[in-house]
């Protein structure tokens, strides 16, 4: 039986109606939340290094892989922005300048200091994550590790600290080594972090370090006439931008003047230098873009601590070895992660 009211429309109707208002007001929210976002997110990636670099490539398809499985796609759901300053510190400025003015969402500024710094100094609101810096504290770039504070987060390689253990493979490798040289940016504020750390550690095991210095490839021949002049029996390199550019011209110029090498990077070793012991780089990369997902999902930098590296790498370079007469400790050998033949 129908029943129609007095305007003319039936109960039945009237009820249909007041069900279909209520479907539209539940569904709304659903359907809003299934609308294209309009804007997609976009991540600046700022680097010191050439965007050629096979083991740059290896970082960012890590990274990358690593987005995807957070849920962002790039080329869908986010777009990345490089920029690479190919050895050229003075070019970060500029580049990080760019990456501001595209509006992105975050930068992820990798590989050291001066990349952190350029990007601090182009925005005090967007998010930073750092991957490279030494001391971020010591170097002025956050409040402290645990509360970073502003808009710089990230993870520490504390290079600072691992340079005692590299001096300390120096030593099982070359037990009667005295003066051992360090090439080092003075450009670049990590390094006088690092070298502060290194001078630390050769006071306990009664090393004297003969710092040279190398702002450009131009003076890393010079640097290596003057350890030869005051006779260093081995070489520490400082994990530098400009110098990991160089990596190959100073692992020949190492061999030449038989210098038992050690670095804070394995694409050293992998480009010829006797050893390496480093914070795994890959992992840093995953953890970067696990920053770079919180961050977009709405987190504060201020509100994320800085990590310290979890896994760690020591790469030896046999051929580099034999090339120097060097007879390595088994002991040295087992610990290795990897012996490059």
Same mark, same amino acid.
């Given at each position: 039986?129908?029943?129609?009211?007095?305007?003319?429309?039936?109960?039945?109707?009237?009820?249909?109606?007041?069900?279909?208002?209520?479907?539209?007001?539940?569904?709304?929210?659903?359907?809003?939340?299934?609308?294209?976002?309009?804007?997609?997110?976009?991540?600046?990636?700022?680097?010191?290094?050439?965007?050629?670099?096979?083991?740059?490539?290896?970082?960012?398809?890590?990274?990358?892989?690593?987005?995807?499985?957070?849920?962002?796609?790039?080329?869908?759901?986010?777009?990345?922005?490089?920029?690479?300053?190919?050895?050229?510190?003075?070019?970060?400025?500029?580049?990080?300048?760019?990456?501001?003015?595209?509006?992105?969402?975050?930068?992820?500024?990798?590989?050291?200091?001066?990349?952190?710094?350029?990007?601090?100094?182009?925005?005090?609101?967007?998010?930073?994550?750092?991957?490279?810096?030494?001391?971020?504290?010591?170097?002025?770039?956050?409040?402290?590790?645990?509360?970073?504070?502003?808009?710089?987060?990230?993870?520490?390689?504390?290079?600072?600290?691992?340079?005692?253990?590299?001096?300390?493979?120096?030593?099982?490798?070359?037990?009667?080594?005295?003066?051992?040289?360090?090439?080092?940016? +003075? @450009?670049?504020?990590?390094? $006088?972090?690092?070298? /502060?750390? %290194?001078? =630390?550690?050769?006071? &306990? !095991?009664?090393?004297? *370090?003969?710092?040279?210095?190398?702002?450009?490839?131009?003076?890393?021949?010079?640097?290596?006439?003057?350890?030869?002049?005051?006779?260093?029996?081995?070489?520490?390199?400082?994990?530098?931008?400009?110098?990991?550019?160089?990596?190959?011209?100073?692992?020949?110029?190492?061999?030449?003047?038989?210098?038992?090498?050690?670095?804070?990077?394995?694409?050293?070793?992998?480009?010829?230098?006797?050893?390496?012991?480093?914070?795994?780089?890959?992992?840093?990369?995953?953890?970067?873009?696990?920053?770079?997902?919180?961050?977009?999902?709405?987190?504060?930098?201020?509100?994320?601590?800085?990590?310290? +590296? @979890?896994?760690?790498?020591? $790469?030896?370079?046999? /051929?580099? %070895?034999? =090339?120097?007469?060097? &007879? !390595?400790?088994?002991? *040295?050998?087992?610990?290795?992660?990897?012996?490059?033949?």
């Amino acid at each position: 039986m129908r029943v129609r009211t007095t305007g003319g429309v039936t109960t039945e109707e009237r009820m249909m109606l007041i069900v279909t208002l209520w479907v539209a007001l539940l569904a709304a929210p659903f359907a809003v939340e299934a609308q294209p976002a309009g804007r997609v997110p976009r991540v600046g990636y700022l680097s010191p290094l050439s965007g050629s670099d096979p083991q740059v490539q290896r970082s960012l398809d890590v990274f990358r892989q690593t987005l995807r499985e957070l849920g962002h796609v790039e080329g869908q759901s986010v777009a990345i922005e490089y920029r690479f300053a190919e050895g050229k510190y003075e070019r970060l400025p500029d580049l990080a300048t760019e990456l501001v003015h595209l509006k992105v969402d975050v930068i992820v500024a990798t590989t050291g200091v001066p990349p952190v710094q350029a990007a601090q100094r182009a925005t005090k609101t967007i998010p930073i994550i750092m991957t490279g810096p030494a001391d971020p504290v010591a170097d002025g770039l956050v409040a402290s590790l645990a509360r970073p504070g502003g808009n710089i987060t990230g993870l520490t390689i504390i290079s600072h600290e691992l340079v005692g253990k590299e001096l300390e493979l120096l030593r099982e490798v070359v037990p009667k080594v005295s003066t051992v040289g360090v090439l080092w940016n +003075p @450009t670049n504020p990590g390094n $006088v972090t690092q070298l /502060r750390g %290194a001078e =630390a550690a050769a006071r &306990t !095991l009664g090393m004297r *370090l003969q710092p040279v210095e190398a702002r450009s490839p131009g003076e890393i021949d010079r640097a290596f006439v003057a350890m030869t002049r005051e006779r260093a029996g081995a070489l520490l390199v400082l994990l530098d931008g400009v110098l990991l550019e160089q990596r190959e011209m100073i692992a020949e110029l190492a061999a030449k003047n038989r210098l038992p090498a050690v670095y804070g990077l394995r694409r050293h070793a992998e480009a010829g230098g006797f050893m390496a012991y480093s914070a795994n780089e890959l992992d840093l990369s995953r953890r970067a873009a696990s920053y770079v997902d919180r961050i977009l999902r709405g987190a504060k930098p201020a509100d994320l601590s800085v990590e310290q +590296p @979890t896994r760690f790498e020591l $790469v030896i370079n046999m /051929r580099a %070895a034999r =090339a120097l007469g060097l &007879t !390595l400790p088994p002991s *040295l050998l087992l610990r290795a992660d990897q012996i490059i033949e």
